[in-house]
């Protein structure tokens, strides 16, 4: 179930129709995460960013990766521009770990691995990301 229809973000409320189901940043995910065991998937963007939405269509609108988002990990949406508390930690780790950072951010928390924006031409898709992930959650 996506829980962003009623947040006050516009940013959070765009998602509101993805079939990945989000959480907005608090303590419900961080309890579900910890219940089914499985790492946090933190996704911290903003209204204004193109790649944001380039992200959106191509990862979060997409139901097969929807599908791995959703039963690998709990899915945190983040407005940077809401929360820059939030942005701040996230991005000053993802920078510090990978040498750069941007927009949109993912982080696989417990803590795991991060990175700063959609997959450009040559890497690997978001879809590979999260199987990478799980399998190094799960060994």
Same mark, same amino acid.
């Given at each position: ?48 960013? &193109? ?22 990990? $709990?899915?945190?949406? $983040? ?46 898709? &978001?879809?590979?990301?999260?199987? &990478? ?7």
């Amino acid at each position: 179930m996506n829980r962003l229809g009623s947040e006050s973000s516009p940013y959070l409320r765009q998602h509101a129709d993805n079939p990945v189901h989000w959480y907005p940043w608090g303590e419900e995910a961080r309890a579900a995460a910890i219940e089914r065991d499985v790492p946090i998937l933190l996704s911290v963007g903003y209204s204004a960013c &193109h790649w944001c939405h380039v992200m959106a269509h191509e990862s979060f609108e997409d139901s097969n990766i929807a599908a791995q988002m959703n039963a690998g990990f $709990v899915n945190v949406k $983040v407005d940077r521009e809401e929360r820059p508390d939030v942005d701040s930690i996230y991005m000053d780790a993802v920078t510090a770990l990978t040498g750069r950072g941007g927009w949109p951010m993912t982080v696989f928390c417990h803590p795991m691995v991060g990175r700063s924006t959609a997959a450009p031409t040559g890497q690997i898709d &978001h879809g590979e990301v999260c199987r &990478h992930s799980l399998r190094y959650w799960t060994q």
